[in-house]
């Protein structure tokens, strides 16, 4: 059941002045939580079984937060960053945004890491891509309150939301699983994606794919099916790409498997074309070398936009 509107109201209030943090800092292990809210809701529940309005929540992470929803722009976290995505640097990611609104229950994704953590992401911007940004933190439930020890933004698919936490040799990191779909109410237009955020030692670190001469090559964010065409109407190429994203105990593996047909225009009809059908398969490993992630083969889907050869049918 939902909180009265005028009680909630009060502890919003309250939170405001009880949780802001100063200008962000180096903090060392040890010292006091990023943010912080004591709170009454469900004290009496085990640790595992404690949760909170979405409200509260966002009271919480989304400084400024107010009971209407609204938030101040630009959008900055509990600690007084700005909320700003900093990869993608080598990559054209789709940056024009939807009309932002009040904050909902739409807006924010709540994933249990067992007894009193939880992964939390605040949506707060929404792209015509179908991805969206917003701060996300790792809080922890105790006797009297949450507490925020680890804090930073994700960009990522928003629908049917997952977050979770790997190990990636001495290092963690942050995976959001989530879809983006043309049409919520039909499952087939939906495509989904992996998103990977490596963590630091109080803050979500969000980096891009590097080569071992520390090129920049790409995005950490994998969309499991792609397709699209390439080449003129004389030589017109089309691809299908399916990825697969695993985790050994030092990379994670990204599976690819494309198949591309090559057909000679000419002919009114595709089946007057001359086609040619080739399929590849690639595993990429990614692992943490000198503080990057560092990815040991290029996407298919690059080599075959960057060199659309000829290809041979296979028999």
Not at 15 to 20: D, P, R, Y
Not at 268 to 277: C, R
Request: proline share 7%.
């Amino acid at each position: 059941m939902l909180p009265d509107r005028r009680l909630l109201r009060g502890f919003l209030v309250a939170v405001a002045v009880a949780s802001g943090c100063g200008p962000a800092v180096k903090r060392q292990i040890g010292e006091p939580p990023l943010c912080r809210i004591n709170s009454g809701y469900d004290l009496d529940k085990p640790l595992v079984q404690r949760a909170l309005p979405s409200p509260i929540w966002f009271s919480l992470i989304v400084r400024g937060y107010q009971a209407n929803g609204e938030i101040p722009r630009p959008t900055q976290d509990c600690e007084g960053q700005v909320v700003a995505w900093t990869a993608d640097a080598c990559s054209e990611p789709d940056t024009r945004t939807l009309l932002p609104g009040p904050l909902s229950e739409r807006d924010i994704v709540v994933s249990h890491l067992g007894e009193g953590r939880r992964l939390v992401w605040v949506i707060t911007d929404r792209f015509v891509s179908g991805e969206a940004l917003g701060p996300v933190a790792m809080a922890t439930f105790d006797t009297r309150g949450v507490s925020v020890d680890t804090l930073g933004v994700l960009r990522a698919y928003p629908s049917r939301s997952q977050l979770r936490l790997e190990r990636l040799g001495d290092y963690q990191i942050l995976v959001a699983e989530g879809e983006a779909c043309a049409d919520e109410r039909d499952v087939r237009s939906c495509v989904q994606a992996v998103r990977l955020v490596p963590v630091g030692r109080r803050r979500f670190v969000p980096l891009d794919l590097t080569d071992v001469q520390g090129r920049c090559v790409g995005r950490t964010f994998f969309p499991l099916q792609a397709e699209g065409n390439v080449g003129d109407s004389n030589r017109r190429r089309s691809y299908r790409l399916q990825r697969n994203v695993s985790f050994a105990p030092d990379a994670v593996v990204v599976q690819e498997q494309m198949s591309v047909i090559s057909r000679s225009g000419g002919s009114s009809s595709v089946d007057g074309d001359a086609s040619a059908v080739s399929r590849m398969t690639v595993d990429r490993r990614i692992r943490v070398i000198g503080g990057r992630l560092v990815v040991d083969e290029p996407s298919l889907l690059e080599r075959f936009v960057r060199a659309p050869a000829p290809v041979r049918a296979i028999e």
